[in-house]
């Protein structure tokens, strides 16, 4: 079955850098596009960074753009995000989602999701 399994979250202060990994099972990794999501406490969960099949092509949101990257290693079938110039507000928990073809159908895979603080 589709596993997708976060990892490398933690305290951090304002100004450092984190990289988180998750790694993925269960589907063809290298053919989907894959993205990191992040939700805050009283606030609705929302994208921070997406990267297509072949990692030729990135987005991310205004908020994070210039400090949040995001990179794939389709070998080791895990996508990254590496986050620097943190701000208190980017203190969230961050999920791994992929939208994966089964069956004929399209379903949603979320990772259990890391915990991210920003915090002096």
């Known amino acids: 079955q589709v596993q997708l399994v976060e990892s490398g979250g933690g305290l951090v202060q304002p100004g450092g850098s984190l990289r988180l990994s998750c790694a993925a099972s269960?589907?063809?990794?290298?053919?989907?596009?894959m993205s990191w999501y992040r939700q805050a406490p009283g606030k609705e969960r929302e994208l921070v960074a997406g990267i297509t099949s072949d990692g030729g092509s990135t987005n991310f949101p205004d908020s994070v753009k210039g400090r949040f990257t995001i990179s794939r290693d389709n070998r080791k079938n895990t996508v990254y995000l590496r986050m620097s110039s943190l701000k208190p507000e980017d203190t969230a928990v961050y999920y791994c989602?992929?939208?994966?073809?089964?069956?004929?159908?399209?379903?949603?895979?979320w990772g259990q999701g890391t915990q991210v603080t920003v915090s002096s």
């Open positions: 269960g589907f063809a990794f290298s053919s989907y596009a």
């Open positions: 989602y992929a939208l994966v073809s089964q069956w004929g159908d399209l379903r949603e895979y």
